[in-house]
């Protein structure tokens, strides 16, 4: 849950634009971030633990000066929430330097670390990002062979943006979990997370990095290398579509709004109900209640107010501090006094948040209200880099509807169908991850549980 982005531009204000980018990506992370330029080869590197705005002033933007930047906000699911872990790292190998920016999740990263280790290279982080940047740093082949040497070791998640050499460089796992797209802005090349980093900084959308593929932008333009990795299964995270990317953003073509809109159509057709008013949870409910809405011709309204100074309660590594922060989150109108309400999100999963929303609907004087969830049961965890923890705190995994509709004191609760869901995307189930709705791994996982399975003690 991270989100990454890289431009290439001698004569623009490259810092800047990464900055820009940033605040597009922040929904993709709130612990840290940090930015990279590479000045004819050189490279200075700014990260710190906080949001964008609060680690990125004018006077430090202004002493970024470079043609290549690459910029990062973290999550973090593997490794600790601490400053040796904001990213872009930075490795100093024995055949390059290389500032390296990453999201997702490598499910082999410990075997990597210990092969690393008895080699002799040391490192100075528990996240796995430091893994790949060692890999290419080490490697005293040309830049890009030792990038595709490195890819085809890794297993799990990967979307990455690099600089090393003067040179901007991208890469794709083989199952193209997480997004990763090219842009250009005249004749600079742009590589983000998603499309909406492009629009804010007015560039244009060229295509998606495929999986596998290994992107250079140097001094000749951009090179494409498909199928440096060994083409596979394609298994784009599911969770993207209903809840992560910004709705704004295009996922292999797909509009995220219009495909959670289309999730509310569908959920209105599976579980249709008699009610009032139908509310979102906002905000990442609301295109899948205005669906509902629609296709059912029950009045839409907000209903609930959000103060969007709070961040997102999900990526709170802490619960304590999650449920606190959903006070200081949503407050209900009085306009659902004496109403039947249907209350519609995007997803249920310990089930802690939907639970103090009904309570503050009844409280506000809703005569009943009706739960509609555009996503089937989440019930297990991601190891593609989606922070969902332990399964033993998801409400729906041993849970049936009723008991979940018991616990969060709801009149009625419905999910959206695994069919529902998928046709909503437009996009093959065969070229999906729907691994954390239904058990099934695109690829071999370990089988330790909890946030920082993947840490390991710094060298």
Request: proline content about 5%; glycine content about 10%; charged content about 25%.
């Given at each position: ?30 612990e ?16 710190d633990?906080?949001?964008v ?31 040796a ?19 997702g ?21 528990s ?35 690099a ?13 193209g ?11 600079d ?12 900084i ?31 299964r394609?298994?784009?995270?599911i ?31 599976e ?14 409910g ?21 103060n ?5 309660t ?13 006070r200081?989150k ?5 306009d ?27 409280d506000?004087?809703?005569?009943e ?26 409400i ?44 099934e ?15 390991a003690?710094?060298?």
């Amino acid at each position: 849950m991270c989100g990454v982005f890289g431009i290439r531009a001698p004569g623009r204000d490259v810092a800047r634009l990464a900055h820009f980018g940033l605040h597009a990506l922040q929904h993709r992370g709130q612990e840290s971030a940090g930015i990279a330029v590479s000045d004819r080869g050189r490279l200075t590197v700014l990260r710190d633990m906080g949001l964008v705005a609060q680690v990125f002033s004018e006077q430090k933007l202004r002493g970024l000066h470079g043609d290549v930047a690459i910029g990062h906000t973290r999550y973090s699911t593997t490794g600790a929430v601490q400053w040796a872990n904001a990213q872009p790292l930075v490795h100093h190998g024995r055949a390059r330097t290389i500032a390296l920016a990453h999201n997702g999740n490598l499910t082999n990263a410990g075997e990597l670390r210990e092969e690393l280790r008895a080699e002799g290279v040391a490192l100075g982080s528990s996240s796995d990002t430091e893994v790949v940047a060692a890999l290419i740093a080490a490697d005293p082949a040309p830049l890009a062979d030792a990038v595709a040497a490195a890819m085809a070791r890794l297993e799990g998640a990967y979307s990455v943006v690099a600089l090393s050499e003067g040179s901007l460089v991208a890469f794709r796992d083989p199952h193209g979990f997480r997004p990763l797209c090219v842009g250009r802005l005249d004749g600079d090349w742009i590589v983000a997370s998603e499309t909406c980093a492009l629009d804010l900084i007015g560039a244009e959308y060229e295509r998606e990095v495929t999986p596998g593929e290994l992107v250079v932008v140097d001094a000749h333009g951009l090179h494409g290398a498909q199928a440096v990795a060994p083409a596979a299964r394609g298994a784009l995270c599911i969770f993207e579509f209903f809840y992560l990317a910004r709705p704004d953003s295009r996922l292999d073509g797909v509009e995220v709004h219009a495909a959670r809109v289309r999730m509310g159509e569908r959920l209105a057709r599976e579980a249709p109900v008699d009610a009032d008013l139908v509310l979102p949870i906002p905000d990442s409910g609301t295109p899948a209640a205005i669906g509902f809405a629609r296709a059912t011709g029950i009045p839409f309204s907000e209903g609930l107010i959000k103060n969007r100074y709070v961040g997102r309660t999900f990526i709170e590594p802490e619960q304590g501090m999650r449920e606190h922060l959903i006070r200081m989150k949503y407050n209900p109108l009085a306009d659902v006094a004496g109403k039947r309400v249907v209350a519609v999100d995007d997803s249920l999963v310990r089930g802690n948040t939907t639970r103090q929303i009904v309570a503050m609907l009844f409280d506000a004087g809703a005569q009943e209200v009706h739960v509609r969830i555009s996503s089937p049961p989440v019930i297990d965890q991601c190891f593609y880099g989606i922070d969902l923890a332990d399964p033993r705190e998801m409400i729906a995994n041993g849970k049936g509807v009723d008991e979940i509709r018991d616990y969060i004191g709801a009149t009625s609760l419905a999910y959206l169908s695994q069919d529902g869901l998928v046709d909503a995307t437009r996009r093959p189930e065969r070229e999906l991850c729907r691994a954390c709705l239904t058990r099934e791994y695109p690829t071999r996982v370990p089988v330790e549980f909890g946030k920082l399975r993947f840490e390991a003690t710094p060298a």
